[in-house]
């Protein structure tokens, strides 16, 4: 497939489904990741990952083979803690126990002020809703980290995510979440901060497999070049979900590379 050439200094990634599937690595993605770093394009790593620390997340990218410093990561888990910081909160979390780790200094006693809803498939049960429920009716805010439909947990094998039990939560307690991670203008602004490119984000590119929730929302509205790959969480014709067209759609993450950085 052919793309227009844009000015590309920057490169937004997107982690889960576009480099690597649970343990397994996309078709020559650290080649690739490689490859793009040594064309003199900033890379960052933006992720809706909540079923990990970020610590431990790094840990296993770096284990995975891939080669990248552990500020280049950007997390909606730590947007969430950002928040949680900033507004005071005392949350009651419903988070897996290996992301849980990165909240360990935040005071969590009860009476909740703030619900926080990740990928927690161990709290997703009656009694662990049925307690954020009653926070909310009592008053709390519902934080949802992202509200994904699903995610690849493994190749060819989809599971719900978390945006069908922050929906539950909203219908339920009649009160709408606030949103952290992609596809929130906020989530996408930081890295760009990082890497300087705040008052250029027409030449950086977001690349994932999630048409709206990689490439839609404020990557669309801050201008980023979009680009989608059909692995992970990608269905045929996810393409034409786009309110505005994409700039390319690739089979893997080393094609559109291989276009993007030529040589």
């Known amino acids: 497939m052919s793309t227009a050439r844009k000015a590309l200094n920057g490169v ?3 982690l889960s489904g576009t480099l690597h599937i649970d343990n397994k690595i996309t078709p020559n993605a650290v080649e690739a990741l490689q490859k793009l770093r040594t064309g003199g394009i900033s890379v960052r790593f933006v992720t809706n990952s909540t079923k990990t620390s970020d610590e ?3 840990r296993k990218l770096i284990g995975l083979g891939f080669e990248l410093e ?6 909606s888990l730590s947007a969430a803690k950002r928040l949680v910081v900033n507004r005071r909160y005392r949350p009651l979390l419903l988070l897996e126990d290996a992301a849980l ?15 926080v809803v990740g990928l927690a498939p161990s709290r997703f ?5 049925n307690c954020a429920f009653r926070a909310l009716l009592d008053g709390a805010d519902l934080i949802g980290i992202h509200r994904a439909k699903y995610y690849a947990q493994a190749e060819n094998q989809l599971s719900m995510g978390p945006g069908g039990f922050v929906a539950a939560l909203e219908y339920a307690a009649d009160k709408k979440a606030v949103l952290v991670g992609k596809p929130a203008k906020e989530f996408y ?14 030449s950086v590119a977001m690349i994932g497999d999630d048409v709206l929730a990689d490439l839609g929302g404020g990557a669309q509205d801050l201008g980023l070049q979009r680009y989608l790959v059909r692995t992970g969480k990608y269905r045929t014709n996810d393409e034409a979900k786009a309110q505005v067209p994409l700039d390319g759609t690739f ?7 291989n276009v993007l950085v030529k040589g």
């Open 12 to 14: 937004l990634l997107d």
């Open 56 to 58: 431990r997340l790094y």
């Open 70 to 75: 552990r500020n280049e990561v950007f997390t």
């Open 101 to 115: 780790e990165q909240f360990t200094d935040i005071d969590q006693s009860p009476p909740y002020n703030a619900v």
């Open 125 to 129: 049960d009656y009694e662990h809703m």
């Open 189 to 202: 602004q930081l890295a760009l901060a990082d890497m300087g490119l705040s008052d250029a984000p027409e």
């Open 251 to 257: 089979d893997t993450f080393s094609d559109l590379v």
